[in-house]
């Protein structure tokens, strides 16, 4: 009897370690996979205008400021002080630039390096709450194939690291409920959310306080939990006092009157509709989206079990906070992705491991067929075009083959379709990220480097200069490291009056139309032209 226990036993303990060989092996594999998708030509397309260009150059600013000056502490974005969020991303940009110069690669490189950090942690997710591997393995591929993950991931923006420190934060709160020492985790987590982007760490701590209160209510109550939360909050406490002895009343002003109406301000006089985060879900989540309707079933019918509550309470509170934010961006939703990841990846999961598989929907099968013909079409398209737009033209017809095959295999009830089509969305978003159409914003205006260059030329003193272009790009003030203010005609006419010197930068069709005289050409470049008073004709 005690032989056969003995025995038992040590398969058991044989069987743990495969099992975390295995995982280990996975997640090896991910962080890789990961790596390559969200560092591949990662430098080779310029700033993106808007945040990108405006944390770069905070971040430049810091990196370029004297010793003792304690601008790391203080940033600054043109000389005047910076308060729309904590510097966090800001610092390890600074680094980059310590180490590598200052380049679009260094730039992106934290950003991009702490997004693909977080694939292998939603597997860690996946094996807390899922008892099946594959469901973790589906998840994490899902996740890592989602066209919005990897572009915002890849961009300087703030969304890609505070996702991987939200999925580290559940992870560890997911670890908690049997181990209070990972409270520890779960606190330093948000901290580091918070010293990210400031108001974001309170509406991801919003949705950790409802699951915890569904699934795990003890925890409310423990002191330990708490505690860890005041210690991974100390930074953050500490960096905003120090603004404050700093800086005084008018930094609460700034704070309250800049980040609140961009970040938090709930309101009924929305910029977009309340409905614009789930447009943006059906426009850039395929082909996972066809998964979405038997996802929501058979979550829902599981929703007495801790994973289903997790992924409920995840998707549909963040989903209901950020919908009623008065100003809108794309790219606010990234925090969502995760939990539909970990949705789809337990429904296939399930499904493939069914004991009477009776084969898949008929409505997956028709939705790949379009997604097919709607791909073949683009590949088509392209290729009528000029040869600048053949990197599309594959990139498509990748889609497009994709598509064919995962909808001939799930017509057929083969268990291999899921496989073809997350290894076939892994090549189509590397051939896009290698390709110089993943930012494609930056077809909208005209192209910044080039225009920067020529501003650069000008006397270091001039550090303001107004431009005709009717909005600002913060990429612009990067590259020509210039503050650019775009004025009215009118505007323009009055600072050329009273101001001794001023400099514009400005189109020639504008320039046509302009009451002004004794102009001074200082260069330009194609359709734009730095001018200035001619001294010699005043």
Known sequence: MQEGSFIWSHLEKQHRVVEKKMDWLWLIVLLLAAVILFSINLGGLPLQDGEEGTIARVAREIWQAPPGSMRWLYPTLGGEPYHHSPPLIHWLIAGAYAIGGVNEWTTRLPSAILTASSVPLLYCIGREIFRQRWAAIYSS???????????????????????????????????????????????????????????????????????????????????????AIFIGCLPVFFWYGFQLLHYGYPFSQIDVNTSLPKMATITKDASEPSWYYLLEICKWTWPWLIFLPQTIRITWENNNLSWAKLLIVWCGVYLLIISLISVKFPWYILPIYPSLALAFGFQLADMENAPAFSGYPRAWVTSLAILAVV????????????????????????????????????????????????????????????????????????????????????????????????????????????????????????????????????????????????????????????????????
């Open 141 to 227: 591929w899902i996740y890592l194939t989602m066209l919005p993950v990897v572009r915002y991931g890849r961009l300087a923006l703030f969304d890609g690291v505070v996702v991987s420190f939200l999925i580290l934060m559940i992870w560890f709160l997911l670890r908690s409920r049997r181990d209070l020492r990972y409270c520890l985790g779960v606190g330093l987590s948000f901290g580091l959310i918070c010293l990210t982007q400031g108001m974001m760490g309170i509406y991801l701590g919003a949705v950790v306080l409802v699951f915890l209160y569904w699934d795990t209510p003890r925890l409310l109550t423990c002191y330990y939990f708490w505690m």
């Open 375 to 538: 791909a073949s079409a683009g590949s088509i398209y392209f290729s009528w075009r000029t040869l600048a737009k053949a990197e599309l033209q594959i990139i498509f017809a990748t889609v497009a083959l994709t598509m064919t095959l995962a909808a001939i295999l799930a017509e057929r009830g083969d268990r291999q379709f899921l496989k073809v089509l997350i290894w076939g969305s892994y090549l189509s978003l590397f051939l896009l990220m290698r390709s110089n159409y993943w930012i494609w914003e930056l077809n909208t205006a005209y192209p910044v480097k080039p225009v920067a260059a020529m501003i650069a030329k000008t006397n270091p003193a001039v550090q303001e200069i107004y431009t005709s272009f009717p909005y600002h790009r913060p990429a612009l003030d990067f590259y020509s490291d210039r503050t650019i203010i775009p004025v009215s005609t009118g505007d323009l006419e009055y600072f050329w009056q009273y101001h001794s010197q001023p400099y514009f930068l400005i189109n020639k069709s504008t320039l046509k139309n302009l009451q002004i005289k004794s102009i001074k050409v200082v260069d330009q470049v194609e359709d734009w032209q730095l001018i200035t008073k001619d001294s010699k004709h005043l």
